[in-house]
């Protein structure tokens, strides 16, 4: 009943980074349904998620107190039952609990490390960035974009000079080619996923790369179940025929890119005879699919985790950047760059600093001139000029007793990090755990201090999207009991560390971000406020933002784009005699990552309940399992118990595992080899036993 609601808030869906618009219906405190709004990235569109995914904010799970430790608790990171959690924990004053917050990091500099995250706002991943290198000196401090894009973002820089995408997948309207490699839009952009149909049905031609089948499968013009891990191979093969026959565009190329000749000699063996062998991808297939791409007026590359999640995950993005600039499809309408982002504010967060190598802005650490930029805004003195540490590199770091302090804001390592048992025994051995959330996660179950913190729908405060689109969320209900703003705690913990800070609001704080972030020019608080969303960059007060980038040159020396070849690298681990099959993991579209929300949201839980693998039927069979079975998957790392399905998009020789179950952790199986540039670890790919439970 759309009468049924005593108020309506503007806000954004917490959980992808399509970043769709919400309106948040509310009666007596309660978000009682969710609405699609005229956002430019959904135009009133929603999932499932974002339509029924938001009742978790009112779970009895919530924190509502903050938490101490009990000196007589049993082992940390044992499950805590969040129906007896007293047995482990004492609830406190907000006085007591951030005073021994601050009391565990105070003066420790480097054995202090930071998680923060994309699920919080541009202003909380700010300030989160900020405390760690102005209170402790360094730069440890990171979050998941670590685990997600980090590979894709090195390659952007690297080669365009800029981690953003050249334009909004909206723009695929204005394509009539379009690659969507290593992502799964119909489960995880489902909104996207919308558009890339649209597109298929009025005649775009859609070539989809993915070694699992998926539902753009049937609105595809080309459909390439290439051999996971063999992206470099097929790229390069594709690459291979436009130079070999001549379809690049040399106009462009001079104008607009450097180190052409290394790379179109580099792509000389790349026949697509010789890769088809590692690819499985039929020459005739690599040939048509090149002359496709090549021969578009406007064409759009699209990829996601399984582009970036391999220890080659830099290599595949710097083949799918060079693939467009030898065709020139970057800096017009219908044409440009674009990795699809996982978390509703992974862009924001990475773009406010939330980073070891970058300072807001992917400005560098290591430059004098900019550390001193921050340090004068900041009102204090200097901080490392060495790159801090990354998410697995900190976690190491502990095993290694360098860092024995950490505060994890949002983030839930001892669900999401590889190899997770490595992670949760680092958790382990750490003397100070300050974890700030809304629900007792695993990663709570180390912690020696909770700090209740507040769902997006009970603050303020702005975030990126996919298209560099800056959105406002606004707050509907109350948070629960005493748990409060995200920024409000992150200010009161910094008092305490005694670095003076006075923001009152979320609003102080973008100020202060726009002091050194070009990004926000023209962008301000008030104009968000009245306008929901601007797109950086913005080129005046006017301007609604530029949805296209680059279109007379890259931010980089004279302007130019870069090629930078790629080779051939196998997976870390191979199947063998063991470990016979391939493992890769990733999300469905009712649950959300490590499943702490989406699991507590009853609609979802209720259409997706239960762990899960998927596996192709003749692979069932030969295991003697019926679908609904209970299969064990065992990798070099450890062992899971799982219901097994049937699905004919999965290979003979892969089982696809969601991250979401923490009784079936799909991470206790990965490995956590990574990529060297990006440091982001190698999901998509480890080698594994499957047996009959
Ligand atoms: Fe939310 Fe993403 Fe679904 Fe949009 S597509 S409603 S942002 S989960």
Redesign the pocket.
């Given at each position: 009943d759309s009468k049924d609601f005593d108020s309506e808030v503007e806000s954004i869906?917490p959980?992808?980074?399509?970043?769709?618009q919400i309106s948040l219906k509310v009666k007596d405190n309660k978000v009682k349904y969710v609405e699609?709004i005229n956002g430019p990235a959904?135009e009133g569109r929603?999932?499932v998620?974002?339509?029924f995914g938001f009742d978790y904010i009112h779970h009895d799970h919530r924190l509502t107190k903050p938490l101490i430790r009990r000196d007589d608790a049993p082992a940390k990171g044992l499950n805590v039952d969040p129906g007896n959690w007293q047995e482990f924990f004492r609830e406190a004053t907000w006085d007591e609990a951030l005073d021994m917050a601050a009391d565990g990091m105070k003066g420790r500099g480097r054995e202090v490390a930071g998680f923060g995250s994309a699920k919080c706002t541009n202003e909380e991943a700010y300030l989160f960035q900020k405390m760690i290198r102005q209170g402790f000196g360094h730069n440890n401090v990171d979050h998941c974009t670590r685990l997600c894009h980090a590979s894709s973002v090195f390659a952007l820089i690297e080669n365009i000079g800029s981690g953003g995408v050249s334009a909004s997948f909206n723009e695929i309207e204005n394509a009539d080619v379009a690659i969507v490699i290593g992502a799964n839009p119909a489960e995880n952009?489902?909104?996207?996923a919308t558009y890339f149909k649209q597109f298929a049905k009025r005649g775009g031609k859609l070539i989809v790369m993915d070694p699992r089948g998926q539902a753009l499968k049937r609105h595809s013009s080309h459909m390439l179940q290439f051999r996971p891990g063999a992206d470099v191979s097929m790229l390069n093969a594709i690459m291979h025929v436009i130079v070999e026959e001549g379809l690049y565009d040399q106009q462009y190329i001079d104008a607009y890119t450097e180190n052409w000749e290394a790379e179109k000699a580099h792509l000389t063996d790349f026949t697509p005879e010789k890769m088809s062998e590692i690819c499985g991808i039929a020459p005739e297939m690599l040939r048509d699919v090149a002359r496709t791409f090549a021969g578009a007026k406007s064409a759009m590359i699209f990829w996601g985790m399984g582009v970036s999640q391999h220890i080659h995950g830099t290599d595949n993005s710097r083949c799918l950047i060079s693939l467009a600039l030898m065709t020139g499809q970057v800096g017009r309408p219908g044409t440009g760059l674009h990795p699809l982002r996982g978390q509703?504010n992974v862009q924001g967060a990475s773009d406010a600093g939330l980073m070891p190598m970058f300072l807001p802005d992917y400005q560098s650490v290591m430059d004098d001139g900019v550390r001193s930029a921050f340090s004068d805004v900041w009102g204090s003195g200097d901080f490392s000029n060495e790159k801090g540490l990354t998410v697995t590199e900190i976690l190491d770091a502990v095993h290694a007793g360098d860092i024995k302090s950490m505060y994890i804001l949002g983030e839930n390592p001892a669900m999401s990090d590889p190899d997770v048992e490595h992670a949760r025994d680092a958790l382990a051995k750490l003397d100070h755990l300050v974890v700030q959330d809304i629900f007792l996660t695993e990663t709570a179950n180390f912690a020696d201090v909770i700090l209740p913190a507040s769902a997006f729908a009970e603050k303020s405060g702005t975030v990126t999207n996919t298209n560099r689109q800056v959105q406002m969320g606004r707050p509907a209900v109350p948070p629960p009991g005493d748990a409060r703003e995200d920024w409000w705690i992150e200010v009161e913990l910094a008092k305490r560390l005694g670095l003076g800070w006075t923001y009152e609001s979320p609003a102080e704080v973008f100020a202060e971000m726009k002091l050194n972030m070009g990004s926000l020019n023209n962008i301000s608080w008030d104009r968000l406020e009245r306008e929901n969303v601007v797109t950086y960059p913005s080129l005046s007060p006017t301007d609604p933002g530029q949805s296209i980038v680059f279109g007379s040159g890259f931010p980089r020396v004279d302007g130019r784009a870069k090629f930078t070849p790629a080779n051939v690298i196998a997976p870390n681990e191979s199947p063998d005699a063991e470990y016979p099959m391939i493992l890769t993991t990733g999300r469905q579209l009712e649950h959300w990552h490590t499943g702490s929300m989406t699991r507590r949201a009853s609609v979802l839980d209720a259409m997706e309940p239960e762990a899960n693998c998927s596996l192709h039927p003749s692979t069932l069979r030969k295991l003697g399992v019926e679908p609904g079975g209970i299969l064990r998957l065992t990798t070099r790392r450890g062992t899971v118990d799982v219901m097994a399905r049937s699905d004919r998009a999965v290979a003979p020789d892969m089982v696809f595992l969601p991250f979401a179950y923490v009784e079936a952790a799909a991470n206790i199986l990965t490995n956590p080899a990574v990529d060297p540039y990006g440091k982001i670890p190698e999901f998509k790919f480890a080698a594994v036993r499957v047996e009959k439970a």
């Amino acid at each position: 009943d759309s009468k049924d609601f005593d108020s309506e808030v503007e806000s954004i869906c917490p959980f992808c980074g399509v970043g769709c618009q919400i309106s948040l219906k509310v009666k007596d405190n309660k978000v009682k349904y969710v609405e699609g709004i005229n956002g430019p990235a959904n135009e009133g569109r929603l999932c499932v998620k974002g339509r029924f995914g938001f009742d978790y904010i009112h779970h009895d799970h919530r924190l509502t107190k903050p938490l101490i430790r009990r000196d007589d608790a049993p082992a940390k990171g044992l499950n805590v039952d969040p129906g007896n959690w007293q047995e482990f924990f004492r609830e406190a004053t907000w006085d007591e609990a951030l005073d021994m917050a601050a009391d565990g990091m105070k003066g420790r500099g480097r054995e202090v490390a930071g998680f923060g995250s994309a699920k919080c706002t541009n202003e909380e991943a700010y300030l989160f960035q900020k405390m760690i290198r102005q209170g402790f000196g360094h730069n440890n401090v990171d979050h998941c974009t670590r685990l997600c894009h980090a590979s894709s973002v090195f390659a952007l820089i690297e080669n365009i000079g800029s981690g953003g995408v050249s334009a909004s997948f909206n723009e695929i309207e204005n394509a009539d080619v379009a690659i969507v490699i290593g992502a799964n839009p119909a489960e995880n952009h489902p909104v996207a996923a919308t558009y890339f149909k649209q597109f298929a049905k009025r005649g775009g031609k859609l070539i989809v790369m993915d070694p699992r089948g998926q539902a753009l499968k049937r609105h595809s013009s080309h459909m390439l179940q290439f051999r996971p891990g063999a992206d470099v191979s097929m790229l390069n093969a594709i690459m291979h025929v436009i130079v070999e026959e001549g379809l690049y565009d040399q106009q462009y190329i001079d104008a607009y890119t450097e180190n052409w000749e290394a790379e179109k000699a580099h792509l000389t063996d790349f026949t697509p005879e010789k890769m088809s062998e590692i690819c499985g991808i039929a020459p005739e297939m690599l040939r048509d699919v090149a002359r496709t791409f090549a021969g578009a007026k406007s064409a759009m590359i699209f990829w996601g985790m399984g582009v970036s999640q391999h220890i080659h995950g830099t290599d595949n993005s710097r083949c799918l950047i060079s693939l467009a600039l030898m065709t020139g499809q970057v800096g017009r309408p219908g044409t440009g760059l674009h990795p699809l982002r996982g978390q509703n504010n992974v862009q924001g967060a990475s773009d406010a600093g939330l980073m070891p190598m970058f300072l807001p802005d992917y400005q560098s650490v290591m430059d004098d001139g900019v550390r001193s930029a921050f340090s004068d805004v900041w009102g204090s003195g200097d901080f490392s000029n060495e790159k801090g540490l990354t998410v697995t590199e900190i976690l190491d770091a502990v095993h290694a007793g360098d860092i024995k302090s950490m505060y994890i804001l949002g983030e839930n390592p001892a669900m999401s990090d590889p190899d997770v048992e490595h992670a949760r025994d680092a958790l382990a051995k750490l003397d100070h755990l300050v974890v700030q959330d809304i629900f007792l996660t695993e990663t709570a179950n180390f912690a020696d201090v909770i700090l209740p913190a507040s769902a997006f729908a009970e603050k303020s405060g702005t975030v990126t999207n996919t298209n560099r689109q800056v959105q406002m969320g606004r707050p509907a209900v109350p948070p629960p009991g005493d748990a409060r703003e995200d920024w409000w705690i992150e200010v009161e913990l910094a008092k305490r560390l005694g670095l003076g800070w006075t923001y009152e609001s979320p609003a102080e704080v973008f100020a202060e971000m726009k002091l050194n972030m070009g990004s926000l020019n023209n962008i301000s608080w008030d104009r968000l406020e009245r306008e929901n969303v601007v797109t950086y960059p913005s080129l005046s007060p006017t301007d609604p933002g530029q949805s296209i980038v680059f279109g007379s040159g890259f931010p980089r020396v004279d302007g130019r784009a870069k090629f930078t070849p790629a080779n051939v690298i196998a997976p870390n681990e191979s199947p063998d005699a063991e470990y016979p099959m391939i493992l890769t993991t990733g999300r469905q579209l009712e649950h959300w990552h490590t499943g702490s929300m989406t699991r507590r949201a009853s609609v979802l839980d209720a259409m997706e309940p239960e762990a899960n693998c998927s596996l192709h039927p003749s692979t069932l069979r030969k295991l003697g399992v019926e679908p609904g079975g209970i299969l064990r998957l065992t990798t070099r790392r450890g062992t899971v118990d799982v219901m097994a399905r049937s699905d004919r998009a999965v290979a003979p020789d892969m089982v696809f595992l969601p991250f979401a179950y923490v009784e079936a952790a799909a991470n206790i199986l990965t490995n956590p080899a990574v990529d060297p540039y990006g440091k982001i670890p190698e999901f998509k790919f480890a080698a594994v036993r499957v047996e009959k439970a």
